[in-house]
């Protein structure tokens, strides 16, 4: 699965288009828990594009691992 827990990703629509997220947690088939740069809420996966880059962290992780693990 192309959208697995620490996957960066770039949201291509919504307000925050253009910005950086991270997936914190896999709902189900169509949405994820994302956070980084964007509010942590739930996301359509159809609304992101991932990319190559993956983070370390656990399942859920806070607001506060996913800013550090991003920089």
Same mark, same amino acid.
């Given at each position: 699965m192309m959208f697995?827990?620490?996957r960066?990703? +770039?949201k291509k629509t919504g307000r925050e288009a253009g910005k950086k997220c991270v997936v +914190?947690? #896999?709902?189900?088939q169509?949405? #994820?828990l994302i956070?980084?740069?964007v509010k942590r809420r739930r996301c359509n996966i159809l609304h992101l594009e991932p990319t190559t880059q993956k983070l370390d962290i656990k399942k859920g992780a806070s607001?506060?691992?996913v800013k550090a693990a991003l920089k």
């Open positions: 697995d827990i620490g960066v990703c +770039v +914190v947690d #896999v709902i189900d169509n949405f #994820v956070d980084g740069e607001t506060e691992e």
